[in-house]
């Protein structure tokens, strides 16, 4: 071996930078290896002429005092990390041809928003809110029951939300309510896990919604700032983190994890491997020798989510986009998201029917994200991957007049589209880039391009994900495989691995 740690994380996502710094800071010494340029996967943002990007945050929950991302940076030393929240009435708008409505903070105001407009349905509201609270309380709490009143609280709740555990949003949806503008109201953030609501879990969907209810925020200065704070932490911790050091191989010699080889050829030992990689790609660098039948069998059924396409833009400060403010727009064009989202409409652009809107500078103004007096402007819609895997692994920049030909027209067609939210926009463009899921997997080694990593499919929610302890002694996941996509589900995750990593280890 060159060297030798307690523990080695592969890859420097969320997920891995949050069980490195545990590990950390529990005095493991602890190697990052990152197969990019930069740290962060996702949240490693880039700049085009003094304009900043965050292509994978948006917005996240439970940034609030109390609430569970918050006190996980507090418990890591990171008091610090500041953050802004966006429009407390209305941190969402969704928005169909002939309805629409704003997601607020609180679940029950957004549920008296949807009962006022939808009375008839009060009653099915009512239920479905109830439900939403059950399964947020039964899936935060499932590990946790310490005393019988708890136990009693979780008993309590445990039919209704067992009763949902394999259902479909959709289904969820058919059961409590009759009105299509209702129902498309529900699924609105449908994109924030990329799946349309006849395949989408209820479970999943239903912690999303309640994911935000104590409102949505951004990290102050954009996701960069959030992923330095970990990097400056880990090396205030004697961490070692390296760059450009794609692992190949998780060395593991039948009973036990030893370390692992990159693909320059260096061997770092170590009994403890943290993976932030895919769960397959992680399981494919073990070698299938030593996997168990079972878990061969779960990883080649696995599915991965949509991809993603983002268009980035710098605008000027001429465009009026005080009527979005620091809202997220979901612009749909029509209720029935399922035939929006359908394979046939993810396989060619022009046929998506959804995207979401968002201004990044008014979410977070004095952040440094464009320069002074200009503006930012997002666009993300999801998309099949087959039409952008020809471009898979080739170089960014560099991957030829077709591909490059075709980010122009993707870009035209959504910006046209968008004008509808922000009149003139296209006459304020300064600067446009546009992210594939080709972009996806050389920033990140996404699997399939895919925006959110494994599909949130019934059969793919937890507790049918992938475990943060590998059925292999020194082996733990951590990033979108284990509880769900999304900067605080993986982050939650790598907390979850290093928790496990350093029980085992004897040091918890
Ligand atoms: C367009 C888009 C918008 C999004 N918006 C939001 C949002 O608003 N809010 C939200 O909460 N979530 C959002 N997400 C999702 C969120 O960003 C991700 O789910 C989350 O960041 C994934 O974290 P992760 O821990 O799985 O690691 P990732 O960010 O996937 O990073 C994994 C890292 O591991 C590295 N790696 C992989 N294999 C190896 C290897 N073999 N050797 C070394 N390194 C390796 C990769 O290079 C990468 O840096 C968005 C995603 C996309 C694509």
């Given at each position: 071996?060159?060297?030798?740690?307690?523990?080695?994380?592969?890859?420097?996502?969320?997920?891995?930078?949050?069980?490195?710094?545990?590990?950390?800071?529990?005095?493991?010494?602890?190697?990052?290896?990152?197969?990019?340029?930069q740290?962060?996967g996702?949240?490693?943002?880039?700049?085009?002429?003094?304009?900043?990007?965050?292509?994978?945050?948006?917005?996240?929950?439970?940034?609030?005092?109390?609430?569970?991302f918050?006190?996980?940076?507090?418990?890591?030393?990171?008091?610090?990390?500041?953050?802004?929240?966006?429009?407390?009435?209305?941190?969402?708008?969704?928005?169909?041809?002939?309805?629409d409505?704003?997601?607020?903070?609180?679940?029950?105001?957004f549920?008296?928003?949807?009962?006022?407009?939808?009375?008839?349905?009060?009653?099915?509201?009512?239920?479905?809110?109830?439900?939403?609270?059950?399964?947020d309380?039964?899936?935060?709490?499932?590990?946790?029951?310490?005393?019988?009143?708890?136990?009693?609280?979780?008993?309590?709740?445990?039919?209704?939300?067992?009763?949902?555990s394999?259902?479909?949003?959709?289904?969820?949806?058919?059961?409590?309510?009759?009105?299509?503008?209702?129902?498309?109201?529900?699924?609105g953030p449908?994109?924030?896990?990329?799946?349309?609501?006849?395949?989408m879990?209820?479970?999943?969907?239903?912690?999303?919604?309640?994911?935000?209810?104590?409102?949505?925020?951004?990290?102050?200065?954009?996701?960069?700032?959030?992923?330095?704070?970990?990097?400056e932490?880990?090396?205030?911790?004697g961490?070692?983190?390296?760059?450009?050091?794609?692992?190949?191989?998780?060395?593991?010699?039948?009973?036990?994890?030893?370390?692992?080889?990159?693909?320059?050829?260096?061997?770092f030992?170590?009994?403890q491997?943290?993976?932030?990689a895919?769960?397959?790609?992680?399981?494919?660098?073990?070698?299938?020798?030593?996997?168990?039948r079972r878990?061969?069998?779960?990883?080649?059924?696995?599915?991965?989510s949509?991809?993603?396409?983002?268009?980035?833009?710098?605008?000027?400060?001429a465009?009026?986009?005080?009527?979005i403010?620091?809202?997220?727009?979901?612009n749909?064009?029509?209720?029935?998201?399922?035939?929006?989202?359908?394979?046939?409409?993810?396989?060619?652009y022009?046929?998506?029917?959804?995207?979401?809107?968002?201004?990044?500078?008014?979410?977070?103004?004095?952040?440094?994200?464009?320069?002074?007096?200009?503006?930012?402007?997002?666009?993300?819609?999801?998309?099949?991957?087959?039409?952008?895997?020809?471009?898979?692994?080739?170089?960014?920049?560099?991957?030829?007049?077709?591909?490059?030909?075709?980010?122009?027209?993707?870009?035209?067609?959504?910006?046209e589209?968008?004008?509808?939210h922000?009149?003139?926009?296209?006459?304020?463009?300064?600067?446009?880039?546009?992210?594939?899921?080709?972009?996806?997997?050389?920033?990140?080694?996404?699997?399939e391009g895919?925006?959110?990593?494994?599909?949130?499919?019934?059969?793919?929610?937890?507790?049918f994900?992938?475990?943060?302890?590998?059925?292999?002694?020194?082996?733990?996941?951590?990033?979108?495989?284990?509880?769900?996509?999304?900067?605080?589900?993986?982050?939650?995750?790598?907390?979850?691995?290093?928790?496990?990593?350093?029980?085992?280890?004897?040091?918890?």
């Amino acid at each position: 071996m060159d060297e030798q740690y307690d523990v080695v994380v592969v890859g420097s996502g969320i997920g891995g930078l949050v069980a490195a710094l545990t590990c950390a800071r529990s005095g493991q010494s602890v190697l990052v290896l990152e197969a990019g340029k930069q740290f962060g996967g996702y949240t490693n943002p880039f700049a085009r002429k003094k304009f900043n990007f965050d292509p994978g945050l948006h917005y996240i929950g439970q940034c609030q005092r109390g609430g569970s991302f918050r006190r996980l940076l507090d418990r890591l030393g990171l008091e610090h990390v500041d953050f802004a929240e966006l429009d407390p009435d209305g941190f969402d708008h969704y928005v169909f041809p002939d309805y629409d409505v704003k997601n607020c903070k609180g679940l029950d105001r957004f549920r008296d928003r949807l009962a006022a407009d939808f009375p008839r349905e009060r009653r099915g509201l009512d239920r479905f809110f109830k439900l939403i609270e059950d399964v947020d309380y039964t899936l935060s709490n499932a590990m946790k029951v310490r005393s019988a009143r708890a136990g009693l609280s979780m008993a309590r709740r445990l039919p209704s939300v067992l009763r949902w555990s394999r259902a479909s949003l959709g289904d969820c949806l058919d059961h409590y309510f009759t009105e299509p503008q209702l129902k498309a109201a529900l699924a609105g953030p449908v994109g924030d896990l990329g799946l349309p609501p006849s395949r989408m879990s209820a479970w999943m969907h239903m912690a999303l919604l309640a994911h935000y209810a104590g409102g949505a925020f951004v990290p102050r200065g954009g996701a960069g700032h959030l992923r330095d704070a970990f990097v400056e932490a880990l090396e205030g911790h004697g961490a070692m983190l390296l760059r450009n050091r794609r692992v190949e191989q998780i060395l593991y010699d039948g009973q036990q994890v030893r370390g692992v080889r990159t693909a320059k050829g260096e061997t770092f030992g170590a009994t403890q491997v943290i993976s932030n990689a895919s769960a397959t790609a992680t399981y494919g660098m073990v070698g299938e020798d030593h996997l168990p039948r079972r878990l061969m069998r779960k990883l080649r059924n696995t599915e991965y989510s949509y991809g993603s396409i983002c268009i980035f833009m710098g605008v000027d400060g001429a465009l009026d986009t005080s009527q979005i403010g620091s809202t997220n727009v979901w612009n749909y064009d029509s209720t029935d998201i399922d035939a929006l989202f359908s394979e046939q409409a993810m396989g060619d652009y022009r046929n998506i029917g959804g995207y979401f809107l968002t201004v990044p500078t008014n979410k977070d103004p004095g952040g440094g994200l464009a320069p002074e007096g200009m503006q930012t402007v997002e666009i993300v819609a999801l998309c099949g991957h087959e039409p952008f895997a020809s471009w898979y692994g080739e170089k960014s920049m560099k991957r030829g007049e077709d591909y490059e030909a075709l980010k122009a027209d993707i870009a035209d067609h959504f910006i046209e589209r968008a004008e509808k939210h922000l009149p003139g926009l296209s006459d304020h463009v300064v600067l446009r880039e546009v992210g594939t899921p080709a972009t996806n997997v050389s920033y990140t080694l996404a699997p399939e391009g895919s925006a959110y990593g494994l599909a949130h499919t019934v059969d793919q929610t937890p507790p049918f994900r992938f475990g943060a302890r590998a059925p292999l002694d020194g082996l733990y996941l951590c990033g979108a495989s284990v509880i769900s996509a999304g900067i605080v589900a993986c982050a939650a995750s790598g907390r979850m691995a290093a928790k496990y990593a350093l029980q085992d280890a004897g040091t918890a």
